[in-house]
């Protein structure tokens, strides 16, 4: 089994990416910052071609941005990687 998460899979080349190895058979994990909708559709367009796939919503900018621009993020995020349903 081949799994593929793809950063930004919601939109533009990241969207691209993850119809490509959803078509080639690999699940997916379609990563949005703020596309819910866009990812949603990617999600279910992965879906029709066989695959298990599932949208996950995280803000990867690193901690250091947020300090620098005078923000300090009130939560961590932590990933963790286990077998897609």
């Known amino acids: 089994m081949v799994a593929a998460l793809i ?3 919601a ?7 993850a119809l490509h190895m959803a078509g080639r058979g690999a699940d997916v994990v379609v990563h ?9 559709a990617v ?3 992965a879906r029709a071609l066989g695959v ?3 949208a996950l919503q ?3 900018l690193p901690e250091r941005h947020f300090i620098k621009h005078g923000h300090f993020p ?3 995020l932590y990933l963790f ?5």
Request: aromatic share 2%; charged share 15%.
């Open 7 to 9: 950063t930004g899979g």
């Open 11 to 17: 939109v533009r080349l990241g969207q691209a990416m």
């Open 32 to 40: 949005y910052a703020s596309s819910e909708g866009p990812a949603a």
């Open 43 to 45: 999600v279910a367009e």
């Open 52 to 54: 298990n796939a599932v």
């Open 58 to 60: 995280a803000d990867l």
């Open 74 to 76: 009130s939560n961590h």
């Open 81 to 85: 990687a286990k077998k897609l349903p």
